[in-house]
């Protein structure tokens, strides 16, 4: 036995399923000519987290794993789990260009957040793509060609695509007079296996190559196997608890696994050695790590190679000492020629040899000072000595620079590894770099965090100037001179640049968003000092060209077992105020509600648990959600800074940044939900394109990152501005609001019947929140003549998606209002309502209401309005099975449409008259019909509507072949325009073709997913359509006890249900329910079960 057919842990399909289908799909590619490519995915260094946490949490990020994949995929893509951390993309239709861009896709959809847990798990995917062009490969060897170049991707570093094999290794670097050290270097690797555990340090005074010397052991470990991972020691990581195995070069672990101790590290693949720079720095938790690692004598061999600096470690089974020498006078001239490129005189390489005791580091000091101060200088032909170099050496002095102060933070940075990663990273690329969000948000301690630890990269130090007291922007220049303790003579500006001409580094500028016009003395200083480094904090962007933004948004609200980072922050806060508190389960959830409620700000959450000791968790939730204002630290708490004293204050503080305009459109797009786009923030808020520039400016409003031209509001913030509104611009944004979105309904009704139809579909679904609150308003207004307009003119919409409840609701609502509706909308509106209930089985409920609609329809003598009535009716009447009566009805819409010159409604009476005859098996009247239809479809740009007559052709189609042709090109434009039912559809008669070519194997999964999609949309006579398929494939496949209990459900149904399966579809299921019955030699009688019972027999299927 084999696995299900959906994979039970993640839902994508199983492996099971992968053969069978590729092999239908390049069949059906050799059919169309097209492309298929097919990627092998691999979760990198996986193993790691199932041995250090469990398989709990591994499980759970497989989980997570294929919702992001999920996410970024094509609706008729399909996701194979092939086993482990190992799954498998099948791309049918695709180019190798456009599958290699999705992978990149998929790579950066893994890495752009960390994995839900506590704390949050940092991962990268590796992939090999094959693609094969119209279904020229096996399935075996397109297979094999993508698991290639997936080893391929191993091999050169993870965390990449690969399409072909290839990687050379770099050559070695010199290692200067060091053959013993050497010597020693090789016997200590070559003997820790047969020790399993091993210490080698390094000794010799500061400045003798420590670091050098591990980079030489880096080097050997790795050419002998061994896996390394390095870690320095600096003095940031005091406030950052395991930072120094989160920084380690190379590491590819994270907090989550670390925080386990040696019991997770232990479980490292093959042999492992740890390179310790700097370990008096370490932090602490980092040391004991390593301690308890080197002290274990479980786990694979283990060494730990450190400089020596007198902190004391485990003692292991072998411990080597290799105390490293000075350079000799000819190894001092080569360092000399290898760094500089020139050959230095005699007497300056014996100066500098004698002046550093050889030593490296002293030696290279002196270099660097004879370069600073203009003894040795670059010139056009190269380096040139200044002859009295040793006296000017000798007397020259540093200049005189204060000692950097960086303030330490007062408590550990939670939840931000990601963002204190990329901005340690800008800040080694650029030189000025903006770290941008709303006030509250945690920017001064995040930078506060990274310029500790980027600190020890600038030479001349780092500095923090925290500028929120300062009040006029000219009086920067004088601030700067005085935080940095210069003399205040002449132009202040003239004065930093003398100072700092030369010097490498890092200013900490903290809250600038009030001194925007120093922006341009801030560029001069960039520009006169080519050493100088910016990170500025503001909560808007400063708009210089040489400007890099990181925007900061709120902690994560989704962890391992629900303890997010955001839900970490607020537990730490809320134990500093009351130590000894112990939360029962209730109040975690009341906790977490408090951090869904201020949507992770980290502010927020402080002040919430400010109020611990004296309100429970689920009363302070309460107080958040009904007001605000109680965001505030209570009476006595003076500890925190007073702009942080509220969150009404913060946003007091920025709502005062803008002019009255920008405040004026800020409230008034609060009214929105879930996002507006630029053309709704026009008439809704009076928003210009320049208006909504300066509030995404100020972090007010964000970009929203996945839709161009599409805005974002934090929540709380949303609440602020709206609460600025008065009751009567409240009442008047949002008649504006819901004015907007019933005009856009207007216009998508025909813009989602012709050749736009993609760019509506894609439009449309990002506003069912919008949607929601205008029909809302509607309603509150009492509009019900709109509100059935805006109904009516949805209705599509929503059913494509599968969102009959919803819509049914809507129309209900504004049916039942009171007040005047014109005839015709009434009639139309009922018209609509019915389809929606027919939809959800509800039969007699949507007859009732089509009967009044065709009684108003032919009283007012609409023509139009009368044949969506017939046609409604001649739906109803062909799913009851009366057949000779939907004729009549279709064909009298029919002749309605024609007359009036309603092309889009003729095509679609024309494809229904077509099913009619298809289901009393008149194949050859239907075939002409679906043509008929399908000249009309693609002349008016209906796209869904061509989708449907291929669908419906390749039915009635005597060639399989032709049949499966166009069947998948239907399927394809299902799947750009995002039709669930019709692509549920096309599963379904795919894979009734594949059962008549006797392929059952291929047909299984595509009804599995046929079912999964009817059940979820709540299309209850498709989804036994698809079940009696799943009989017949049963019976194929030689399991008859399932397909009599299948086949036998869905009859029984059948029988019970208002509506009726088409005839043909009833003598097949008697007819399978007998030939299962002769397979078992039974006569039994069948245990009842209902039609979801069914689906679950079906959906839990093992196939041998």
């Avoid at 992978?103 to 847990?117: C, I, N, T």
């Avoid at 070695?172 to 050497?182: F, G, I, K, N, Y």
């Avoid at 002409?928 to 419906?952: C, M, P, T, W």
Wanted: glycine share 8%; with cysteine; hydrophobic share 45%.
């Amino acid at each position: 036995m084999i696995s299900p057919q959906f994979d039970p842990l993640t839902g994508a399909l199983s492996r099971a399923a992968l053969f069978p289908t590729l092999e239908a799909t390049l069949h059906a590619a050799q059919l169309t000519g097209e492309e298929t490519a097919l990627l092998v995915l691999d979760l990198d260094h996986f193993k790691s987290i199932n041995d250090a946490f469990g398989h709990p949490r591994g499980d759970a990020i497989l989980r997570e794993l294929v919702e992001r994949i999920q996410g970024a995929i094509r609706t008729g893509d399909l996701l194979f789990r092939y086993g482990g951390d190992e799954f498998v993309l099948l791309l049918p239709g695709t180019e190798h260009t456009q599958a290699a861009l999705l992978a990149e896709r998929l790579l950066s959809v893994v890495q752009s957040r960390p994995f839900a847990g506590d704390p949050p798990l940092s991962l990268t995917l590796s992939i090999g793509l094959a693609t094969s062009p119209a279904g020229a490969d096996s399935p075996e060897t397109l297979f094999a060609r993508a698991d290639q170049n997936l080893l391929a991707a191993k091999r050169q570093g993870r965390a990449r695509l690969a399409e072909a094999q290839g990687a050379e290794e770099a050559p070695s670097t010199r290692w200067l007079e060091r053959e013993a050290v050497q010597l020693g270097l090789q016997h200590f690797l070559r003997t820790l296996p047969k020790h399993h555990r091993g210490l080698l340090r390094s000794l010799g005074p500061s400045g003798a190559g420590h670091t050098r010397f591990l980079e030489e052991v880096q080097r050997q470990a790795q050419l002998l196997g061994y896996r390394t991972f390095w870690l320095t020691g600096r003095r940031a990581y005091a406030t950052h608890p395991y930072g120094a195995l989160l920084d380690g070069a190379g590491l590819e672990l994270t907090e989550a696994v670390i925080q386990r101790g040696s019991a997770a590290l232990r479980a490292l693949e093959g042999a492992v050695l740890w390179l310790v720079d700097r370990p008096a720095e370490l932090d602490a938790a980092s040391r004991k790590v390593i301690a308890e690692l080197l002290a274990d004598p479980q786990g694979p061999v283990m060494g730990v190679a450190v400089v020596e600096s007198g902190i004391e470690w485990p003692v292991p089974p072998l411990v080597e000492e290799l105390p490293l020498p000075a350079l000799s006078l000819e190894s001092a001239r080569i360092l000399l020629r290898s760094r500089l490129r020139w050959e230095g005189p005699e007497a300056f390489v014996q100066w500098l040899w004698q002046a550093s005791g050889g030593w490296p580091g002293p030696l290279l000091a002196r270099l660097e000072q004879a370069e600073r101060s203009g003894v040795l200088r670059m010139g056009s032909k190269g380096y040139s000595l200044s002859p009295d170099f040793a006296r000017r050496l000798e007397e020259a002095e540093p200049l005189p620079l204060p000692a950097p102060a960086l303030p330490t933070p007062k408590h550990s940075l939670i939840g931000r590894d990601r963002e204190l990663l990329e901005l340690k990273q800008l800040l080694g690329e650029r030189r000025l770099v903006t770290l941008v969000a709303p006030g509250g948000m945690g920017k001064t301690h995040l930078a506060m965090q990274a310029a500790l630890e980027v600190a020890h990269l600038y030479r001349d130090g780092a500095y923090f100037v925290a500028l929120a007291g300062l009040d006029r922007a000219q009086d920067l220049p004088s601030r700067l001179v005085q935080e940095f303790g210069l003399k205040a003579t002449g132009d202040p500006q003239e004065s930093l640049v003398q100072h700092f001409t030369g010097r490498q580094v890092l200013w900490v500028l903290d809250n600038f968003e009030h001194l925007l016009e120093a922006g341009e003395f801030l560029r001069a200083l960039l520009q006169a000092l080519p050493g100088l480094t910016l990170l500025v904090t503001s909560r808007e962007r400063l708009g210089l060209s040489e400007e890099w933004v990181l925007p900061l948004e709120g902690l994560a609200l989704e962890g391992e077992g629900g303890h997010s980072a955001a839900l970490r922050l607020l537990l730490q806060a809320i134990r500093r105020v009351n130590p000894g508190l112990h939360l029962s389960q209730s109040e975690l959830e009341a906790a977490r509600r408090i951090c869904r409620v201020v949507e992770g700000l980290p502010l927020g959450l402080e002040l919430a648990a400010a109020w611990a000791k004296v309100l429970s968790l689920g009363e302070i939730a309460q107080e958040i959600e009904t007001n605000l204002g109680f965001l505030a630290s209570p009476e006595g708490d003076e500890a925190r800074p007073e702009r942080h004293r509220s969150l009404q204050a913060v946003f007091e503080s920025s709502w005062k940044l803008l002019h009255p305009e920008e405040q004026h459109i800020l409230a008034r797009l609060s009214v929105f939900r879930g996002g507006f786009d630029r053309e709704g923030a026009a008439p809704v808020a009076g928003a210009s394109v320049s208006g909504l520039l300066g509030l995404v400016n100020l972090s007010l409003v964000q970009r929203d990152p996945h839709h161009e031209g599409r805005y974002l509001m934090h929540e709380l913030l949303r609440q602020f501005a709206l609460e600025r509104l008065s009751p009567e611009a409240l009442e008047h944004s949002l008649a504006a609001h819901a004015e907007y979105f019933w005009g856009l309904a207007q216009r998508a009704e025909p813009a989602l019947q012709g050749p736009e139809q993609s760019r509506w579909v894609r439009r449309m679904k990002l506003e069912f929140d919008n949607l929601r609150l205008a029909f809302s308003t509607l309603r509150n207004l009492g509009r019900a003549t709109q509100g059935q307009q805006m109904a009516t003119w949805l209705s599509h919409f929503y059913a494509w998606h599968g969102f009959y409840r919803e819509t049914a609701h809507w129309h209900q609502v504004f049916l039942e209002m009171p007040g005047p509706v014109p005839p015709a909308v009434q009639a139309r509106t009922q018209q609509s309502l019915a389809l929606q209930l027919k939809n959800l089985g509800l039969w007699a409920q949507s007859m009732a209401l089509l009967e009044q609609s065709l009684q108003t329809s032919r009283a007012l003598h609409d023509p139009w309005l009368l044949a969506e009535a017939l046609h409604m009716k001649g739906l109803l009447l062909r799913e009851s099975g009366e057949f000779a009566q939907a004729l009549a009805a279709f064909e009298e819409a029919l002749a309605l449409r024609q007359e009036i010159g309603d092309r889009y409604g003729e095509s679609t009476t024309l494809n229904d008259i077509g099913i009619v005859h298809g289901l009393q098996g008149q194949d050859r009247a239907a075939r002409a019909y679906f043509l008929r239809s399908l000249e009309v479809k693609r002349q008016i740009g209906d796209e869904k509507g061509v989708a449907y007559a291929l669908g419906n052709l390749a039915v009635v189609s005597e060639s399989s072949e032709e049949a499966l042709r166009w069947l998948y090109e239907s399927l394809a434009i299902k799947r750009r325009l995002g039709d669930q039912q019709g692509i549920a559809n096309a599963y379904t008669n795919i894979a009734g073709r594949l059962l008549q070519g006797g392929r059952p194997l291929e047909a299984w999964p595509l009804l599995m997913e046929s079912l999964f999609l009817f059940r979820q949309m709540g299309q209850v006579a498709s989804l036994a359509l698809a079940l009696a398929s799943c009989a017949q494939a049963l019976l194929a496949l030689q399991q008859p006890a399932l397909a009599l209990q299948i086949a036998a459900s869905v009859q029984r149904w059948d029988q019970q249900a208002p509506t009726k399966l088409p005839p043909q579809t009833r003598r097949n299921l008697e007819a399978y329910i007998q030939q299962a019955r002769e397979a078992l030699g039974t006569d039994e009688q069948i245990p009842a079960s209902s039609l979801e019972q069914a689906y679950q027999l079906a959906m839990d299927v093992q196939l041998a």
